[in-house]
């Protein structure tokens, strides 16, 4: 099977498409929202696994010593995950089976390469990656 992973974001979300059988990846990437639906019309996956922050009570609070700076970082999540909403009503209308899911927790880049063996720098391709790996 093949696995593809979103991490929504307003600017560029973290995708990586993960093989099953060969169990490394196929893609690890960060594209702008656009360039995500082109990619899930190719339906080169048989399931995306969509990070579903919103569906954590209280996702978009965060406590901040500055409140605007907390306000702003709330704005931000939000933003974010009215994305991945978006992305969620395209696999819908495409009829493109997927799944939500509540995120994980971080990991550094450091523990990805460990891991997967694949270095990465970008948070949101490891978050996405995250999602699908090991399946």
Known sequence: MIYL??????D????????????????????D??????LLKTKQSDMVIIEAGWLIKKSNFHFAKNKIIGERIAKNVGANHQIGKLIEKFCIRENI??????PKGKITSYQFEKLTKNKIKNQD??????LVFGY
Not at 12 to 31: D, H, P, R
Not at 97 to 102: C, D, E, M, N, V
């Open 12 to 31: 560029k979300s973290g995708v990586a498409i993960w093989n099953t059988e060969t169990k490394k990846f196929k893609l690890l990437k960060a594209l």
């Open 5 to 10: 992973g979103i991490d929504p974001d307003v």
């Open 97 to 102: 089976t997927y799944r939500l899911i509540k």
């Open 125 to 130: 391709i490891i978050d996405s990656a995250m």
């Open 33 to 38: 929202f656009f360039d995500v639906l082109a």
